[in-house]
């Protein structure tokens, strides 16, 4: 039985069915509800989104961190190996694995690794021996035998030696100091006239050419004082001191005058050998940063020196940024066969360094270095007459540093390398032609094999690591660094340009108190009048 009724006092209807009574404002109710339970339920899909998306990017940050923590893991390593570490660049694990890379049978192993044992026993004899030589010197050693020798006789007195035969001496040799002896040459110019002829004039010997206007200061000082400066790294303010303890007081901006003045006069010297070195066809390269010291005002562009353009550019904008110093570089060039070293300045690391030094002079050769941009790309800016060889030891590092959390890529890597560079210790001693077979045969399948491997045992590893970096590296410069196997005239590495830079690494921590390193004396003269210019 169904029954519907309305109640119109309290607009309430009811649905009767049996026992179960549905009043339609309940089911209002129970709509309202729903709707509530589906919003409670679309909020909380969201949060859980947004949680979700935390979830990802803590992760995400997790994920990062884990990285930059494994990096500074890497750079701590790589730090403690090298204030730690071995000085040689020799890779010393498991020599067998170098040895599959040069020899095709177990025979053939086993007889290198008995050469190399019995290299080993005699090296150990020959550092045993020198020990020995060592010790038997002592304190014994003689000095030089060109120091001149001034002898005292220590003996008893006559009454004491009454009565006594002399049957020999006993010798000592005492090193003295003494400081550099300054003396003066004083040149006299007599002068003449001709009786009865006033209008002649007075005569007088021709005065040679003076490095300083008075004939004040020779060229020895001027030695002294480079050889001081850039040799032993001492600031001028500390050679004014030294001067002062031999006995003569030269102020700093004197010095200075005498350096300048040097400079101006060696220059054409320093051409020659800059041309000298360019007829090298195999050339290395490497720069280090310098401070440079601003002047007081921008210097002007000189038509006859290709570096004045930039050298004001970049004084300019260092003007406008209100900079008291820039970030200059040096860099040096060596030649090979050519047994010179040219450093070279400029104001910047910019492609103005190699350019101005290589292209700029019709260069045609090879230039070995980094792979800096100012290098790898040479080749193109010079129209194909300068080639870029790089330098593998930069490649080798960067495995050595990812040694330590991914041992089987960075060792395998380390060992071809090792098996590389024993071949160029026998090929040190050999012509140009021999060389270049000698690494054709026998270095060039070791390329091949390094190649492959790279190409597919290292296709998974993170870029964001230290193997990664050295993995792109090696195939990034992949043509640069086997440049070497075309040419018997170019090394391996590049080590022999970069030991260079210590010289002015070891400048570049000196005191500057007193001097402005490399740019120009403010507001100073000496007593001659002459305004000091750059060091």
Not at 3 to 15: H, L, Y
Not at 120 to 127: G, T
Not at 238 to 249: I, K, T, W, Y
Request: aromatic letters at 6%; charged letters at 30%.
């Amino acid at each position: 039985m169904l029954c519907f009724f309305e109640n119109t006092r309290n607009c309430s209807c009811a649905i009767v069915h049996g026992r179960y009574v549905v009043r339609m404002s309940e089911l209002e109710q129970l709509r309202r509800l729903c709707e509530q339970l589906q919003q409670q339920n679309a909020q909380l899909t969201r949060d859980n989104e947004q949680l979700q998306a935390k979830t990802d990017g803590l992760r995400k940050d997790n994920e990062d961190l884990q990285v930059q923590l494994q990096q500074s893991r890497d750079e701590l390593t790589a730090l403690i190996r090298k204030i730690f570490g071995r000085i040689s660049e020799r890779y010393t694990g498991d020599a067998s694995g170098q040895l599959r890379f040069a020899f095709d049978s177990d025979s053939d192993i086993e007889d290198a690794r008995a050469g190399i044992l019995q290299a080993l026993e005699e090296h150990r004899e020959q550092e045993q021996k020198k020990k020995q030589k060592r010790r038997r010197r002592g304190t014994s050693e003689l000095f030089p035998d060109h120091l001149p020798r001034h002898e005292i006789i220590i003996d008893l007195n006559e009454d004491e030696k009454d009565g006594l035969k002399r049957i020999g001496e006993d010798t000592t040799e005492t090193l003295h100091f003494r400081r550099p002896v300054l003396h003066v040459v004083r040149r006299i110019y007599p002068k003449y006239i001709r009786p009865g002829e006033p209008q002649a004039g007075v005569f007088q010997a021709q005065r040679p050419p003076s490095l300083i206007s008075g004939d004040r200061y020779d060229t020895s000082v001027a030695t002294e004082l480079i050889t001081a400066k850039y040799a032993y790294h001492l600031p001028v303010y500390r050679q004014e001191d030294m001067f002062a303890g031999s006995g003569v007081h030269l102020p700093r901006s004197t010095l200075l005058n005498i350096l300048t003045a040097s400079a101006a006069l060696i220059q054409p010297f320093i051409e020659h050998l800059r041309n000298a070195v360019r007829t090298d066809p195999c050339l290395g390269t490497d720069d280090t940063g310098v401070c440079l010291m601003l002047p007081d005002t921008i210097p002007g562009i000189d038509p006859e020196d290709p570096k004045s353009k930039r050298v004001h550019e970049v004084i300019r904008d260092a003007f406008a940024e209100q900079k008291k110093s820039i970030r200059a570089k040096m860099w040096v060039y060596r030649g090979l066969s050519v047994p010179l070293n040219i450093f070279d300045f400029t104001v910047s690391r910019h492609r103005d360094g190699p350019d101005l030094f290589l292209i700029d002079n019709d260069y045609e050769g090879t230039l070995i270095g980094d792979c800096y941009g100012a290098n790898t790309g040479i080749s193109m800016r010079s129209c194909g007459s300068v080639g870029h060889a790089a330098c593998n030891a930069h490649a080798r590092r960067k495995f050595e540093a990812a040694l330590d959390n991914h041992e089987r890529h960075a060792k395998y890597v380390l060992e071809t390398y090792m098996a590389l560079y024993d071949i160029e210790d026998q090929a040190k001693d050999l012509n140009e032609a021999d060389r270049l077979d000698l690494r054709r045969r026998r270095s060039k399948p070791i390329w091949d094999a390094l190649g492959n491997y790279v190409d597919t045992q290292m296709t998974n590893v993170s870029v964001k690591e230290k193997i990664g970096e050295a993995r792109s590296y090696l195939r990034n410069q992949w043509q640069g660094l086997v440049r070497y196997l075309d040419d018997g005239n170019v090394p391996i590495d590049n080590n022999l340009s970069e030991q260079l830079m210590r010289q002015v690494a070891l400048g570049r921590k000196m005191d500057v108190r007193g001097e402005r390193p490399g740019g120009l004396s403010r507001g100073r003269s000496d007593d001659s009048g002459e305004q000091c210019s750059p060091q």
